[in-house]
């Protein structure tokens, strides 16, 4: 069965920047693309980045636009999500999801998710 | 970027069936067919029920099925079941600098 598991959140103040990790076992992870999706406490979903199988394309939500950075090494299975310039609204649950089929952009049919990594934004 | 349209709250009987509408845009739903529905249980990760409108993930019940109209996609849940009880989102793909948009989320409770 594919896993996901996400690293790398915690409590960071206002300005600052962390790294998130997502490792993927049991697929064939440069086949797919990959995305980052975030969800504030009690609140909806929201897709913030993606990137294709190659890694040759990345996508932004214009919410972070600028801030974060998609990047993903294929030779480890590994997608990652720098995020500088933290702000209280992007304290939330960060997910990254794997696409259904979809290889150099996102179509949204996430079939796959970790368990979610939650990034803290306080001073 | 704004967010597909859901409403806040759907309810039905064991047995019964409901609907949940997602409401976009032409340049989401109304444009492409990769309308997504995510079934999310409290403290667990959104699970994938329905992709590109009306097609069913392996292991997914057929008691769910997606269908779409114009700028509006829906969920239908039939013979409601305990299980069922959940938050719901829909998503589509958009085609901008914003790749995918979600909706705002239904909470179905089964009375």
């Known amino acids: 069965e594919v896993h996901l598991l996400e690293s790398g959140g915690g409590l960071v103040q206002p300005g600052g920047s962390l790294r998130l990790s997502c490792a993927a076992s049991?697929?064939?992870?440069?086949?797919?693309?990959m995305s980052w999706v975030r969800q504030a406490p009690g609140k909806g979903l929201e897709w913030v980045s993606g990137?294709?199988?190659?890694?040759?394309?990345?996508f932004y939500a214009d919410s972070v636009k600028g801030r974060f950075s998609i990047s993903r090494d294929n030779s480890k299975n590994t997608l990652f999500l720098q995020i500088n310039s933290l702000r209280a609204e992007d304290t939330a649950v960060y997910y990254c999801?794997?696409?259904?089929?979809?290889?150099?952009?996102?179509?949204?049919?996430?079939?796959?998710w970790g368990q979610g990594t939650l990034v803290s934004v306080s001073s | 970027q704004s967010a597909l349209t859901q409403p806040a709250s759907v309810s039905g009987s064991p047995g019964q069936s409901i609907t949940i509408s997602c409401t976009g845009t032409?340049?989401?739903?109304?444009?492409?067919?990769?309308v997504s529905w995510f079934q999310q249980h409290p403290g667990k990760a959104p699970k994938l029920m329905i992709y590109?409108?009306?097609d069913r993930p392996s292991g997914v019940s057929n008691r769910f099925s997606g269908s779409k109209s114009g700028n509006t996609a829906s969920l239908t849940i039939s013979g409601l079941q305990a299980e069922d009880e959940a938050d719901y989102y829909c998503?589509?793909?958009?085609?901008?600098?914003?790749?995918?948009?979600f909706g705002t989320g239904t909470k179905v409770t089964v009375l």
């Open positions: 998503s589509s793909y958009r085609g901008s600098s914003t790749l995918i948009v």
């Open positions: 049991r697929f064939t992870f440069s086949t797919y693309a």
């Open positions: 999801a794997k696409d259904t089929y979809c290889t150099s952009i996102s179509c949204g049919a996430f079939d796959y």
């Open positions: 990137i294709s199988g190659s890694g040759d394309s990345t």
């Open positions: 032409r340049s989401d739903i109304g444009d492409y067919n990769y």
């Open positions: 590109d409108v009306s």
